[in-house]
């Protein structure tokens, strides 16, 4: 990489300003990343903590995408899918929007009844009996509301029996109580769905006329607004890194034609064409992998702070991802633009430099 770091050494200015350019895409990539997995966790994140392995709809209409709004399964659905083969265990649970008034605030949730084995991880408390509920600490905090005092949820007065772990149903927080108590406050005997566990089956092998079963993965489709909300963010977490492929790739185009001279003459001299490809390439990686470290080393301090104002999740996968993204479609867009250096003809070059 003799040439290339002659090249870095004298174009400081060229170079910093494409760096920065990619600081700047890998930080709003990195950022969006981030908002949109946290986004999807405050759709999903109650579904996805189940233990189960699959979800248990009724069938739609003609026409009609699964919902979990519009899903209403019969009571004795989770006793026939608990007895088919390959079902290790069922448990119906049904959902509802609603809210929580406590001393503090009055607090949208979504209040789930069922099992207390569908509840996430207790962090204080016991499992509520009959006629309690277990709050998220995103709600106990919101509402003011403590282990043992009673809060008003969907017009009951119900007693708190344990604060467990957040998780968020169509981005409101939830609240967990008994299958009784809920087909009560809903004035319903149906259930929304039934979790199931397998062994030795799949999802689909389940479904019947009025039953269409789904892995919990594919059962995020049926949150509501979810898939939309996803693919939006995604497309332009898409798009920016397709902007960052033509930056990267019109900038070694151009550096390339201004160079096409010089090259030649190594290449008179006895270089190899892929010498002189490797080193564009490392060239071209250097800058890319500066750029992005500083570009997502940003994102990271950036998002610390946005998580506590917004819905924003930032783990390894939502920052590798985007960062060894942006390096390899960089690479590649580099690849194209320098794929003419392997073909150089070091006396037309002379002559068109002259």
Do not use: C
């Given at each position: 990489?003799?040439?290339?770091?002659?090249?870095?050494?004298?174009?400081?200015?060229?170079?910093?300003?494409?760096?920065?350019?990619?600081?700047?895409?890998?930080?709003?990539?990195?950022?969006?990343?981030?908002?949109?997995?946290?986004?999807?966790?405050?759709?999903?994140?109650?579904?996805?903590?189940?233990?189960?392995?699959?979800?248990?709809?009724?069938?739609?209409?003609?026409?009609?995408?699964?919902?979990?709004?519009?899903?209403?399964?019969?009571?004795?659905?989770?006793?026939?899918?608990?007895?088919?083969?390959?079902?290790?265990?069922?448990?119906?649970?049904?959902?509802?929007?609603?809210?929580?008034?406590?001393?503090?605030?009055?607090?949208?949730?979504?209040?789930?009844?069922?099992?207390?084995?569908?509840?996430?991880?207790?962090?204080?408390?016991?499992?509520?009996?009959?006629?309690?509920?277990?709050?998220?600490?995103?709600?106990?905090?919101?509402?003011?509301?403590?282990?043992?005092?009673?809060?008003?949820?969907?017009?009951?007065?119900?007693?708190?029996?344990?604060?467990?772990?957040?998780?968020?149903?169509?981005?409101?927080?939830?609240?967990?109580?008994?299958?009784?108590?809920?087909?009560?406050?809903?004035?319903?005997?149906?259930?929304?769905?039934?979790?199931?566990?397998?062994?030795?089956?799949?999802?689909?092998?389940?479904?019947?006329?009025?039953?269409?079963?789904?892995?919990?993965?594919?059962?995020?489709?049926?949150?509501?607004?979810?898939?939309?909300?996803?693919?939006?963010?995604?497309?332009?977490?898409?798009?920016?890194?397709?902007?960052?492929?033509?930056?990267?790739?019109?900038?070694?185009?151009?550096?390339?034609?201004?160079?096409?001279?010089?090259?030649?003459?190594?290449?008179?001299?006895?270089?190899?064409?892929?010498?002189?490809?490797?080193?564009?390439?490392?060239?071209?990686?250097?800058?890319?992998?500066?750029?992005?470290?500083?570009?997502?080393?940003?994102?990271?301090?950036?998002?610390?702070?946005?998580?506590?104002?917004?819905?924003?999740?930032?783990?390894?996968?939502?920052?590798?991802?985007?960062?060894?993204?942006?390096?390899g479609t960089g690479l590649v867009g580099a690849a194209v633009s320098v794929r003419r250096i392997g073909s150089v003809d070091p006396l037309t070059a002379l002559g068109a430099a002259r």
């Amino acid at each position: 990489m003799f040439i290339a770091w002659r090249d870095l050494a004298f174009a400081k200015g060229r170079f910093g300003l494409l760096g920065g350019v990619i600081a700047l895409m890998t930080f709003m990539v990195v950022m969006l990343s981030g908002l949109t997995a946290g986004l999807g966790a405050a759709s999903v994140s109650a579904v996805s903590s189940l233990p189960v392995d699959a979800i248990a709809f009724s069938q739609p209409a003609d026409g009609q995408d699964v919902s979990f709004t519009d899903s209403s399964l019969s009571a004795r659905a989770a006793d026939r899918l608990g007895g088919r083969t390959g079902v290790h265990a069922a448990y119906p649970f049904g959902l509802r929007p609603t809210q929580v008034e406590g001393p503090g605030a009055t607090v949208a949730v979504t209040l789930l009844g069922g099992d207390p084995a569908l509840y996430p991880a207790r962090t204080a408390g016991a499992t509520p009996a009959p006629g309690q509920v277990a709050i998220t600490a995103e709600v106990a905090d919101a509402a003011g509301l403590h282990v043992g005092e009673l809060a008003t949820v969907g017009g009951s007065r119900l007693r708190v029996a344990a604060v467990v772990d957040d998780a968020s149903f169509s981005h409101l927080p939830m609240v967990y109580t008994d299958l009784a108590t809920w087909q009560r406050l809903a004035h319903s005997e149906r259930v929304t769905a039934v979790g199931l566990r397998l062994s030795g089956t799949s999802p689909g092998a389940l479904d019947t006329d009025t039953v269409h079963v789904l892995s919990k993965k594919d059962a995020f489709a049926a949150v509501g607004s979810y898939t939309s909300e996803q693919g939006s963010l995604n497309l332009m977490r898409g798009l920016l890194i397709v902007v960052s492929v033509l930056v990267v790739g019109s900038f070694f185009t151009v550096w390339t034609m201004q160079r096409a001279g010089d090259l030649a003459v190594v290449r008179a001299i006895g270089a190899s064409r892929g010498y002189l490809l490797a080193d564009a390439l490392g060239q071209a990686a250097v800058v890319l992998l500066a750029g992005s470290a500083l570009g997502a080393g940003a994102a990271v301090a950036a998002g610390l702070v946005a998580a506590q104002v917004v819905p924003f999740h930032l783990a390894a996968p939502t920052l590798l991802v985007p960062l060894a993204a942006m390096a390899g479609t960089g690479l590649v867009g580099a690849a194209v633009s320098v794929r003419r250096i392997g073909s150089v003809d070091p006396l037309t070059a002379l002559g068109a430099a002259r």
